[in-house]
């Protein structure tokens, strides 16, 4: 099973739609984040999730609300998207706390998001 | 301000030797990622340099001087599944991830 599983992987919709993405990680890790990738930008992180809390939202618009219920599960919850917000949305994980030094992200495959 | 900067594109040829510089400043530094992402993929780990000096991992190896703020990722006996974006990634002294843009590497036979 692989370690990182988004869904879906392809999602168009337009303006007015209220749409979910879903994220798992099935390696044990303790954070979660969101990030945007689009054409000729670096990655953009979203939010952070640690032990459940989110200890990172990096003025992202009230229109991506993220949501954490367990370790395990992260979604990133859209309503009212702009033209703008057409991208690939990436979730990751990684182990974290002092101990576990700088340790990789992994990284799902990603939703590809187009916005009509 | 926080900056890195890697080639947008390289190309090479089967069986040879590629390398993908990466250079950046940041305030603090608390170590150096490289990712692979292949077309509509997730990025996956290469290889991790906090130290000066290069980390062997295979057909791979990374390389970090510290004091230039200079990486680079060297790939050997090159293959055509090696075509992707290699993507450099710097963590600050505060854990957080500056990304690069990455090098779109495209490898010919």
């Known amino acids: 099973e692989t370690g990182v599983t988004q869904t879906p992987r392809h999602l168009v919709m337009g303006m007015t739609n209220k749409k979910s993405l879903k994220c798992e990680q099935h390696l044990g890790h303790n954070a979660m984040y969101w990030y945007k990738q689009s054409a000729k930008k670096p990655l953009e992180l979203m939010f952070v999730?640690?032990?459940?809390?989110?200890?990172e939202n990096n003025s992202v618009p009230s229109r991506f609300s993220p949501e954490c219920p367990n370790s395990s599960h992260l979604f990133l919850h859209l309503h009212t998207l702009q033209p703008e917000d057409s991208a690939l949305y990436l979730c990751?994980?990684?182990?974290?706390?002092?101990?576990?030094?700088?340790?990789?992200?992994?990284f799902g495959d990603g939703t590809r998001l187009s916005i009509l | 301000g926080q900056n890195i900067d890697q080639p947008t594109e390289m190309t090479a040829t089967e069986g040879a030797i590629v390398q993908i510089n990466c250079t950046y400043q940041?305030?603090?530094?608390?170590?150096l990622f490289w990712y692979q992402q292949h077309a509509g993929e997730a990025p996956t780990f290469l290889s991790y340099n906090v130290l000066d000096g290069l980390e062997e991992k295979g057909r791979f190896s990374s390389f970090l001087s510290r004091s230039k703020g200079y990486s680079y990722l060297l790939l050997k006996e090159l293959q055509m599944k090696d075509s992707a974006s290699y993507l450099c990634a710097v963590i600050r002294a505060n854990r957080k991830l500056i990304w690069g843009l990455g090098t779109s590497l495209a490898v010919n036979p």
């Open positions: 990751a994980s990684s182990q974290e706390g002092h101990t576990a030094g700088n340790q990789p992200q992994h």
């Open positions: 940041t305030s603090g530094f608390n170590g």
């Open positions: 999730y640690s032990l459940e809390e989110r200890v």
